[in-house]
């Protein structure tokens, strides 16, 4: 590349072309230089530079020395990463909290590119990379941005790396047929006295006149009625409290706050209450098919029970009332539950459990409390493999960066984000102590724990650790993938690790072929501009270009 500083006069000459030894040796010189000039880390305001963008920027030119200058200099790497993971940086609790509208009160991020919706408007930026990567079914609103560009999307190696469940999902809720069957609406103090709320219903599965669900009633003596359609003017209530339904009937009460099954024969206009509670059971829990139930509680927003929960590989089933004559298991592994259905197998693991009950068909959902929950991938009417570079429904589609704040409100300008880059981040430092500890020979128990540190914080819990065995130079270069994607990094990661060139690290495209292929060496510089060659006689091209 050319090379000047201040030392050269202003005026019109030909800059030298400086090779990638010297101009190591140039920047580490610059940094050292301001390295006690330039106020402590956090001292100075919001989006300048100080010690910790220096010392940052230091570590990562010696993480790379190897490839820029052909000499290692890990322990001077992991020198400067020590002096910013002491100087009170600390990780992000919510990792998506990184790359929203008010990532700027992160006190992980060290130095960031700052944006604004109103004083730094550009069409580059995070306004590319937010609404770049919006298209197909997403919402652009709930990104908080006005519409989306249908450019960027991920390919199959990116979405690989993360495991199955991304998610968290381990059983989806399903539906079944509830919508389609036949239904007797129960209006009531519970819902509002809303006669028009057609969710808060029984269903005829067999479309024989017989209603059944269940039904949360959240206060004692709660008055409700029975409509056949969803208006009082056909309402159903019990004149004698006996069982036995008239027209225009008085009003039914549930003695007791809770969950009662609700069962209603119109053929014969009777209808029976009973409350249950219900629990979980089998040899996945500590305490076995013999023991105790293990009790789940209403979640009144999921209109669901629920419970939070550790496991152990086995089975279970949900039971009513803590015996067997009303259990539910899933005899089609279809999420559907059915009474003395087929046993539910479960791998060990920490889990959230639902159980929807209040109207047929019975169903639940199951979500892994521990997982790792940085991939965020829009795959709703996506492809996972790219055939076609141009439809932007071919791959998955990357929604890291949003322009809404962490507690969900836009941003000031639904053109342009308030979203700031985090250009150095503390995870980022984490991962370069631990790669500089492995490739040095240095303390593997250290470079364990700030692996560890990231995953702990990325599956929100310390299950997401790995163990010792496990700490390869492969896996904290997987793990940069999964913590920095969309950050900017993984092109000089990939470089850095010999999988740039000459390998079999393959991805879909690379080298411009769907299937992906080798590409030569040369390729791990990029080019100098034609222009600047053109203007500049002193310049050599790179080779093989």
């Known amino acids: ?82 002096k910013i993971i002491e100087a009170g940086y600390s990780l992000e609790p919510e990792y998506q909290n990184l790359f929203l509208a008010d990532n700027h009160r992160s006190n992980e991020i060290i130095f960031p590119i700052a944006f604004d919706g109103v004083s730094t408007r550009t069409w580059g930026g995070m306004t590319f990379i937010i609404r770049a990567g919006i298209g197909g079914s997403m919402d652009p609103t709930a990104s908080g941005v006005v519409s989306g560009w249908g450019g960027t999307r ?169 015996n067997w004559d009303v259990n539910l298991g899933d005899e089609n592994a279809d999420g559907i539950l059915t009474q003395e259905g087929a046993n539910i197998s479960i791998a060990a693991g920490s889990y959230r459990i639902l159980l929807y009950v209040e109207k047929p068909d019975y169903a639940y959902a199951i979500f892994s409390t521990a997982f790792d929950k940085r991939g965020f991938f829009w795959s709703q009417g996506q492809k996972l493999d790219i055939t076609d570079i141009t439809l932007f429904t071919d791959g998955y589609a990357v929604n890291k960066f949003k322009n809404v704040t962490s507690d969900g409100a836009p941003g000031s300008d639904s053109d342009f984000p308030d979203t700031d880059f985090p250009l150095f981040r503390l995870g980022d430092v984490y991962l370069m102590a631990s790669e500089a500890l492995l490739r040095s020979g240095g303390d593997r128990s250290q470079a364990l724990n700030y692996f560890n540190a990231v995953r702990t914080r990325a599956y929100g819990s310390p299950t997401g650790g790995i163990q010792d065995s496990e700490l390869t130079l492969d896996m904290i270069l997987d793990e940069r993938a999964r913590e920095l994607y969309w950050e900017a990094h993984r092109r000089t990661d990939l470089v850095r690790f010999g999988k740039f060139s000459n390998t079999d690290y393959r991805w879909a495209w690379k080298g411009g072929t769907m299937e992906g292929r080798s590409v030569d060496a040369f390729r791990d510089v990029y080019p100098i501009p034609s222009p600047d060659l053109g203007a500049n006689p002193n310049l050599v091209q790179n080779n093989g270009y």
């Open 1 to 82: 590349m050319p090379f000047v500083t201040e030392e050269d006069a202003v005026g019109s000459f030909f800059p030298d072309q400086i090779q990638a030894a010297d101009l190591f040796n140039y920047i580490e010189s610059e940094l050292k230089e301001i390295e006690t000039l330039i106020p402590g880390a956090g001292a100075n305001p919001y989006g300048r530079a100080d010690q910790g963008a220096v010392w940052t920027l230091l570590a990562k030119l010696y993480l790379n020395a190897e490839v820029y200058a052909g000499a290692t200099k890990y322990q001077d790497c992991l020198t400067y990463c020590n």
């Open 154 to 322: 991920t390919t199959r190696q990116l979405v690989d790396k993360f495991p199955s469940d991304f998610g968290g999902i381990i059983i989806a809720l399903n539906e079944g047929n509830t919508a389609k069957y036949p239904k007797l609406y129960v209006p009531g103090a519970y819902q509002g006295w809303n006669a028009s709320n057609t969710q808060t219903a029984l269903s005829s599965i067999n479309s024989n006149k017989i209603y059944e669900g269940h039904v949360y009633f959240p206060e004692d003596n709660s008055p409700f009625l029975f409509t056949t359609i969803p208006s009082f003017a056909l309402s159903l209530g019990d004149n004698g409290g006996d069982g036995t339904l008239e027209m225009k009937g008085d009003t039914i009460r549930a003695e007791e706050a809770g969950l009662y099954y609700v069962r209603v024969d119109l053929n014969t206009n009777r209808y029976t209450m009973e409350k249950r509670t219900w629990g979980l059971l089998g040899d996945a829990t500590s305490a076995g098919w013999e023991g105790q139930d293990l009790p789940l509680s209403w979640n009144e927003e999921a209109q669901a029970f629920e419970i939070i929960v550790d496991l152990q590989a086995g089975n279970f089933k949900f039971r009513a009332n803590n």
